[in-house]
């Protein structure tokens, strides 16, 4: 290869890293995608190709070498250019008045008057700190925290962070910069991590915290590459050379203009005040945001007054986390017992001693499973970490092994039901185990009744939990269909149920006869069968016949349906009782308007994606949804290029922002009328 080709290849190889580089800033760090996947998967395959055909170009910032080679034996120990410090807690706001109170005495003993100190608050993730280390603009060092002065080297790990660039942007680098931040794993990647472990029989990964450290100190960078990790940018440590920065706010700007993400909820507060209300608003978001936090972080805005105050063992006097309450906390197992749900799978169920967390009270906690059960080896009598982050279920996510008492029994699963006695089976492999009862057990038969009448079923309004338990115990139902055989004078018969109130009863279970296909068959609680999957199923198949008829192959034909589910579905309607109670509800006077297929045969909005937001005025969101899918259409919760449109009712949320910034067309109320109409609605 003559010396014009070489030049030619390394001026092509810098293009397309340089253009790469641009289009990860804009995915990663901006959240702005800018160019079509496939797009950017063409220009990484030709990159790719080019640096396979010619190795000697190769350069280790190249976006293809991200995922490099394990480091042989332990990861080694490494200082840091400047200390990392640890900020000190406020768990009050009597010790923030405190903190406050310091910061504004020390600036005044030189003699002057100072007001209110303005800050920079932002929110403090729940991760692992990381210390980045560029020369030349170059990434050639990433540490963990580890003392403060020394961490591990984790080089090879960070790289595999798309969000962390591997060179610096813009041409005016420090010659040495150290840069500091938080590692996380963002609650959906940790979930559906999880998800899958469960699902795969893999090992779980205990919290967000838990996780984005464990991934960082991995020798083997595949793994940390396969983990969904983030992070966010806070400060720097040694700097050599870069430009003067008089503030806090400005460092944070200039790292972004370097490629850094910094967290998008930094605010510069003026006062305590002001500290406060921002701690407050962050708390009234904390469950909404993608990823954990576990309180702000405020930090005195000027580097001046910051030198003045200087640090004391080890922590910066000019900056303090405030914490929200924990969502972790140590209790004791007082039993474990037994729950039968709708398909009468077991539950084991921690009770505990109550304990408070997450802003609540939590006296029980869930142990998913039989497999995690035994994982967790969870014991009567042990001392326990118990989570309670957002809205899930509290879980126990790790035992004190150091402080179980002696003469502990490791939990044994029960031969017969605890609520119906009926036998227990749990099949080889599985994880789950089963009450064999059916609808001879009153738990599967109250759970399975509660789903039928629940909002996004059959919506029956009034028949709550209680009412269902009562129903059952008067021996009035014994399977849903019985609903629709109740009469006024025989409620009135119950407990607290007068004529006006067995009369609304009644009328709602009227009215829950119009419904959806996709409803009823979602009410019928076959198992796999969602009401994502449920609307699939009733837009694919039209009817109760050509559904119950379908084989594996044509049920797999449904997006949703792979072929775990086509067998549970195949197996829920071979079952005679199953027949008989869709026999008996569609005889009773359930029914759905037909959608109208186009002339084509095909629902007309086949293949088409849609996401919806905001409120609506003449539906709620769930009946848009399910009113597109029966026409055809997937309704899915995120926009992406493959949104054919988001669909905005009032007040909408961040998905038309989104759409705006990727191109994806926005419709309104009218818009989504048409849309229906066109396809048989009205
Ligand atoms: O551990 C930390 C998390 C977040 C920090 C921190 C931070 O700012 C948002 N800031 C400092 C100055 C330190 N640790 C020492």
């Known amino acids: 290869m003559g010396e014009a080709d070489s030049q030619q290849v390394v001026l092509e190889l810098a293009e397309l890293r340089n253009l790469i580089e641009s289009h990860d800033h804009a995915y990663y760090v901006l959240d702005d995608p800018v160019v079509p996947d496939a797009e950017y998967d063409r220009l990484m395959r030709r990159l790719q190709d080019l640096e396979d055909a010619h190795p000697q170009f190769i350069t280790a910032d190249s976006p293809t070498q991200r995922v490099g080679v394990a480091p042989t034996g332990e990861l080694a120990d490494v200082r840091h250019g400047a200390p990392m410090l640890s900020l000190s807690n406020a768990l009050s706001e009597s010790e923030l008045l405190d903190f406050d109170r310091r910061v504004r005495e020390r600036l005044e003993s030189g003699g002057l008057e100072i007001g209110e100190i303005e800050y920079v608050a932002e929110p403090k993730l729940d991760g692992a700190a990381v210390n980045l280390r560029y020369e030349q603009g170059r990434l050639v060092l990433a540490a963990t925290r580890g003392d403060g002065q020394t961490g591990e080297d984790i080089t090879h790990n960070a790289r595999t962070i798309p969000a962390v660039p591997l060179r610096l942007r813009g041409e005016q680098w420090p010659e040495a910069l150290e840069v500091r931040g938080e590692v996380f794993m963002p609650r959906a990647g940790f979930d559906e991590y999880n ?344 837009a694919h198949f039209g009817s109760v016949d050509e559904l119950v008829d379908a084989d594996d192959e044509r049920l797999q034909e449904v997006d949703d349906v792979g072929p775990v589910v086509a067998a549970q579905i195949r197996a829920f309607f071979r079952e005679q009782h199953n027949r008989r109670i869709v026999e008996r509800l569609l005889a009773c006077g359930i029914d759905w308007p037909q959608p109208r297929d186009s002339a084509a045969g095909r629902k007309p909005l086949t293949g088409k994606t849609y996401v919806l937001t905001g409120k609506f005025e003449g539906m709620t969101r769930q009946q848009a949804k399910e009113r597109l899918v029966e026409s055809g259409a997937k309704v899915t919760g995120s926009v992406s290029k493959a949104t054919d449109a988001v669909i905005a009712g009032e007040r909408p949320g961040s998905k038309v922002t989104r759409a705006e910034k990727i191109g994806v067309p926005v419709l309104d109320e009218v818009s989504l009328r048409n849309l229906l109409r066109g396809s048989g609605e009205s």
């Open 195 to 538: 998800r899958r472990a469960l699902e795969t029989g893999g090992k779980t990964l205990v919290n967000p915290r838990n996780a984005a450290a464990g991934s960082l100190r991995q020798l083997d960078p595949k793994l940390t590459a396969q983990r969904p990790l983030d992070v966010f940018f806070y400060g720097v440590g040694e700097i050599q050379g870069g430009p003067p920065i008089v503030t806090h706010g400005d460092t944070l700007e200039w790292l972004r203009e370097l490629g850094f993400k910094t967290c998008p909820q930094w605010q510069v507060v003026t006062g305590i005040g002001e500290c406060l209300n921002y701690h407050e608003r962050t708390g009234e978001k904390r469950n909404e945001l993608p990823y954990e936090i576990d309180g702000v972080v405020y930090k005195v805005n000027s580097l001046q007054d910051q030198a003045i105050l200087g640090t004391v063992s080890r922590a910066p006097r000019w900056a303090i986390a405030h914490k929200f309450p924990a969502q972790e906390e140590l209790t004791v197992v007082r039993t474990v017992e037994f729950q039968v749900g709708r398909t009468g799978a077991l539950t084991p169920l921690a009770r505990l001693e109550p304990v408070f967390v997450g802003g609540v009270t939590v006296s029980n906690a869930t142990l998913h499973n039989m497999d995690e059960l035994a994982r967790k080896d969870v014991r009567v009598g042990d001392t326990v970490i118990v989570r309670r982050a957002g809205d899930v279920i509290p879980e126990v996510v790790k035992v004190l092994h150091e402080r179980r008492p002696e003469e502990t029994r490791p939990v044994s699963l029960p031969e017969s039901c605890p609520e119906c006695g009926s036998e227990v089976v749990r099949p080889e492999g599985e994880a789950i185990a089963r009450c064999v009862g059916g609808l001879v057990c009153t738990a599967q038969l109250r759970e399975g009744i509660r789903h039928f009448a629940s909002r996004l079923a059959m919506d029956i309004e009034g028949l709550g939990i209680q009412r269902v338990e009562q129903l059952i115990e008067a021996g009035m139902v014994k399977s849903p269909a019985d609903l629709f055989d109740l009469r006024a004078e025989q409620l009135t018969e119950l407990e607290r149920m007068g004529p006006k109130s067995a009369d609304n009863l009644i009328s709602a279970i009227d009215r829950s006869k119009t419904t959806t296909f996709g409803r009823f068959l979602y009410a019928l609680g076959i198992r796999g069968v969602g009401e994502a999957t449920a609307a699939m199923l009733a």
